[in-house]
């Protein structure tokens, strides 16, 4: 799941690059030619563009660590199920010891 976001996140960054430079040559080519209103259109885009990407990043990055708190809350309950097992095998093994099984030849005696 993790490397799914991840995947996800980096192909939103390539995007994001990609548009950003298809507005910043637009916005020399604008510049050039002297199209104030363009250019202040383009530059607003561009803003707009950028406080969208860090929205959609932090929201990735939330899931992320929401994901990763998950499966430590998980391993933790695994690993306390481990270890009441090895306590449970353990208590088991020292009553078998103390208290072996008797031979069925001694029984019918």
């Not at 104030?36 to 803003?47: K, W």
Request: one cysteine or more; glycine letters at 2%; aromatic letters at 6%.
């Amino acid at each position: 799941m993790a490397a799914t976001v991840r995947r996800e996140v980096d192909t939103l960054e390539q995007k994001i690059k990609e548009d950003i430079q298809t507005l910043k040559h637009e916005y020399v080519f604008f510049s050039f030619c002297g199209d104030q209103d363009l250019t202040g259109s383009i530059e607003m885009d561009m803003n707009n563009r950028n406080a969208e990407n860090r929205s959609e990043l932090k929201e990735f990055d939330l899931s992320i660590e929401e994901i990763n708190n998950k499966f430590t809350i998980s391993l933790g309950d695994l690993r306390t199920e481990i270890e009441s097992a090895k306590w449970d095998a353990t208590r088991r093994a020292i009553c078998t010891c103390q208290n072996p099984p008797q031979d069925m030849s001694d029984q019918q005696r």
